[in-house]
């Protein structure tokens, strides 16, 4: 070491010399010699730079042994010395930064194992080489985050194990402080992703596991899947005929923009739910429709054929009573025009096939734990290959506070054909049935609630109900025009069109 520093002297200064009564001397002032370190033992030397302090052992005119160099600006190295040198076991501390270094020293630097703590936060322990991070190493930062694993450069680099302060974790490759290569992200939500990286994103083939229970299998560029799911098709044709009581299968794709079948993509939550057409009265039609109380109405439902919607039970065998069918037969009114219309007035049956709006009956799982149980709710399937099927699907009863509605002007001529017990003008059904508070306004009278869906168009309805919403994103909701027709009859349902349009309504989401 002191071979890079000159050599500290001293200089005395001049003495007056005095000869009889000569003058003062005239001489330069003489200098003592240099002084010299220490050659062997301990002892303490000042650099000809007064910004070096050796405080320490000696050996041969050289800093060797244990010793403490010491700098003017508050920095110091404290440790082994060898021939002048800062080699071997040592502690520095680095006043500018407030960082230290307690490990093995090579030539004045850092190199070989130890142990850097930052002012900022954080440490380091590990190999390093010039004071630099190189080979295996644990770096904590000021965050927090803890990364295990080979570095290069002072960089993340090669394999290597890190948790982020949200709580994810990440085993892979990393190249220069980037995760690139193949590696596996566990997340905190318990969604996972395995494969390939590039600039720190999702870059290649891969598979995340979401924690919803979706999967997306294939190819990821920047971060986003190549071949996403952007919305839901319903197959078919435009308007599905079903006749009164029975079932029908509801097919769905999971598409990309391009038109192609997303097979990439599991476990998507999708729910079916129905509607019935949303019309004000006087509304001619020959079907019927529904007077929805207004406690029960709820936000009309835009939907893209030109109606509005309100919320139609769908039926579950599961919620008790006789299937849809068999209560419509054995409850016909035989007064009553058949083919098109067909009411069931056993309120006893309505009142056992209760069912919910929007969702078929007996579940009571919210969206919020959809995800995280092994069987859906049964309004709900998971997609398989970027498909889901609905199968058994049935319109239920009218719930209770839906009243059908039928016009008169439509039916006089067919009533009063009838026998001497028909209705008359006016009356569309016995005093017997007439429903407590009189008839309906408009010329219309109500029946009870029926054990089967009424003639007449409905929608149904396929939400993506994922919780929470796969690669954040939810699916727009997917719509089939639905009409049923009358049993024993080819007569489609009569499109309300003479009266005035339904007024437009906000769309509500489908829950």
């Known amino acids: 070491m002191e071979e890079r520093f000159a050599v500290a002297t001293e200089t005395r200064s001049g003495k007056m010399a005095a000869a009889g009564g000569g003058s003062p001397s005239c001489s330069p002032p003489l200098q003592d010699p240099p002084r010299r370190p220490p050659r062997d033992g301990r002892g303490v030397y000042v650099y000809p730079n007064p910004f070096f302090r050796y405080d320490g052992e000696w050996s041969g005119g050289r800093m ?49 194992y130890g142990l850097m703590k930052y002012k900022a936060g954080g440490h380091y322990e590990g190999e390093l080489t010039h004071g630099l991070r190189e080979g295996h190493g644990h770096l904590v930062d000021q965050d927090g985050q803890a990364y295990w694993g080979s570095f290069h450069n002072n960089k993340r680099h090669g394999q290597g194990h890190m948790v982020f302060r949200n709580g994810d974790k990440y085993e892979g490759d990393w190249v220069r402080d980037q995760r690139q290569g193949h590696g596996v992200l566990f997340r905190a939500d318990g969604s996972t992703y395995k494969g390939q990286w590039h600039g720190d994103v999702f870059s290649g083939l891969g598979q995340l596991t979401h924690c919803s229970g979706a999967v997306y299998r294939g190819m990821w560029i920047n971060g986003r899947p190549v071949a996403q799911a952007k919305k839901i098709v319903i197959l078919g044709p435009e308007v599905m005929d079903v006749a009164q009581g029975s079932s029908f299968t509801v097919s769905v794709q999971l598409q990309q923009d391009s038109g192609e079948v997303a097979e990439g993509e ?220 009358g049993k024993g009859t080819d007569q489609r349902p009569h499109v309300a069109g003479e009266g005035p349009d339904p007024q437009p309504r906000t769309a509500t989401p489908c829950t």
């Open 64 to 112: 060797h042994g244990q010793g403490k160099l010491l700098f003017k600006d508050g920095s110091y190295y404290e440790g082994e010395f060898v021939d002048g040198e800062i080699t071997g076991e040592g502690c520095r501390l680095w006043a500018s930064s407030g960082d230290t270094y307690s490990g093995q020293f090579v030539l004045g630097e850092p190199q070989g």
């Open 266 to 485: 599991d476990g998507r939550v999708l729910k079916i739910s129905a509607g019935v057409r949303y019309v004000q009265l006087p509304a001619y039609s020959e079907v019927s429709f529904f007077n929805v109380d207004k406690d029960d109405r709820g936000t009309p439902i835009q939907t893209p054929f030109g109606f509005d919607c309100v919320a139609y039970p769908l039926w579950s065998p599961k919620s008790g009573g006789q299937e849809p069918r068999a209560a419509l037969e054995s409850t016909r009114d035989p007064r009553l025009p058949t083919g098109g219309l067909e009411l069931a007035l056993a309120s006893d049956t309505a009142r056992g096939q209760r069912a919910i709006p929007s969702g078929l009956a007996g579940e009571t799982s919210s969206p919020a734990s959809w995800g995280r149980e092994p069987h859906c709710p049964e309004d709900c399937r998971r997609v398989e290959q970027g498909r889901a099927q609905f199968s058994d699907v049935r319109l239920g009863p009218p719930p209770p506070g839906y009243s059908p509605v039928l016009f008169l002007d439509n039916l006089r001529e067919e009533t009063d054909s009838r026998s001497r017990g028909g209705l008359g003008p006016g009356r569309m059904m016995p005093d017997r049935r007439d429903p407590p508070g009189g008839s309906r306004p408009d010329g219309a009278a109500s029946a009870e609630p029926a054990a089967a869906a009424f003639p007449g168009e409905y929608v149904v309805m396929i939400c993506d109900v994922t919780d929470p919403p796969f690669l954040s994103h939810t699916l727009p909701t997917a719509f089939k025009h639905l009409r049923v027709l």
